[in-house]
């Protein structure tokens, strides 16, 4: 086992059990992380313990996860717009920390917890999502922070709009993005995440469809394919409000990563002759019938279908949605910080 940086065996007896278990039980909740999505971090004694990249919050109590950076070099690093932190790492596992480790360092708190809550989407990715943002979160110290793409544009953006070096608890709400809850010790920032869950929540819409799903097991069944884990995914082939708010395109970064920038959407199609090859994606949705899946679709593909499935079931399709402009999507996807976690999730899968 690799040697611990100083101040390490300090920090795990005193903020460690209790930072794993929260960054564990937060990555089990589907309404606030999907895959390998969300983040959280430690600072003490000027190290900074963040989630390495690829890996599941979900796993913070079993998995050696957490990869520690020096503090002031991470800084240096985030204040200069840059992405590669390789060499303000204090360990030689080969683990690359999180994309964002620039924002876990430059927020001056000591607990940071990245999420891409359900419910924080709702608002996130809709035209008047600040205002109503505003209107729910009255008495706590909170930001709007426009899209820019994760890692260093998002730190850079999270520094324009707030003080950062305040320490007080904050709330960040990341425009087409998702949510960020900070503050100096694990339970006040999960008081804090509690807190927005309650004022931001919004519940899905109705809607049925037959338990047999028999037309998409058929269709499954002569492509290759199966039906997703998650009976829930079917929405987006049942519910016209939800279909239209999936026509729209990706709303969100992790959804452009894991499923890709153009939605699958076929009514009909010559079954025999379907080559998910050339689908270039790793789903279909047939309306009325059902979504289907490659039968090696990542776990991450899957858990993001999970997540566009219950936002597109929550969000009134009369409100005016922001969907990620072409500029942001074709950024995502030639990034190299991207490609590594797609990397690392095709891996995890074979």
């Not at 809709?126 to 110290?141: I, N, P, T, W």
């Not at 426009?146 to 520094?159: D, E, V």
């Not at 884990?229 to 990706?250: I, K, Q, S, W, Y």
Request: aromatic share 6%; with cysteine.
């Amino acid at each position: 086992m690799n040697a611990l940086p100083p101040g390490a065996d300090r920090c795990r007896a005193e903020d460690w059990p209790r930072f794993l278990a929260m960054s564990a039980e937060v990555g089990r909740d589907l309404g606030l992380v999907q895959g390998a999505g969300g983040n959280s971090s430690l600072k003490h004694d000027g190290i900074l313990w963040v989630k390495a990249s690829g890996k599941w919050l979900a796993d913070a109590e079993d998995d050696g996860i957490f990869v520690p950076v020096a503090l002031d070099a991470a800084r240096t690093i985030a204040v200069s717009g840059k992405d590669d932190f390789s060499t303000s790492t204090l360990s030689d596992r080969k683990l690359r920390p999180s994309i964002e480790t620039g924002l876990h360092a430059l927020l001056p708190h000591r607990v940071v917890l990245h999420v891409h809550s359900i419910n924080a989407l709702c608002h996130a990715v809709v035209a008047a999502g600040e205002a109503a943002v505003g209107s729910r979160l009255q008495g706590m110290r909170w930001h709007w922070v426009p899209y820019a793409r994760p890692g260093g544009p998002l730190t850079h953006a999270i520094a324009s709009v707030m003080d950062i070096d305040s320490n007080a608890p904050v709330v960040l709400i990341l425009a087409s993005h998702g949510l960020i809850v900070a503050a100096d010790t694990v339970e006040d920032v999960q008081r804090l995440l509690a807190a927005v869950e309650r004022a931001l929540q919004r519940t899905s819409r109705p809607v049925s469809w037959s338990p047999e799903l028999s037309d998409a097991a058929a269709i499954a069944a002569r492509i290759d394919g199966r039906l997703p884990n998650d009976p829930e995914v079917h929405r987006l082939a049942f519910d016209p409000a939800a279909l239209g708010v999936a026509g729209l395109g990706p709303l969100y970064p992790d959804h452009v990563v894991f499923l890709g920038a153009v939605p699958v959407v076929m009514a009909a199609a010559d079954w025999d002759t379907f080559d998910w090859d050339e689908l270039g994606a790793p789903y279909v949705i047939v309306p009325g019938s059902g979504v289907l899946v490659r039968r090696d679709i990542t776990a991450n593909a899957e858990a993001m279908l999970g997540c566009w499935a219950a936002l597109a079931g929550r969000i009134d399709r009369s409100e005016p949605i922001v969907a990620l402009a072409g500029d942001a999507v074709r950024e995502l996807l030639g990034w190299d910080a991207e490609k590594y976690r797609q990397a690392l999730a095709r891996s995890n899968a074979s």
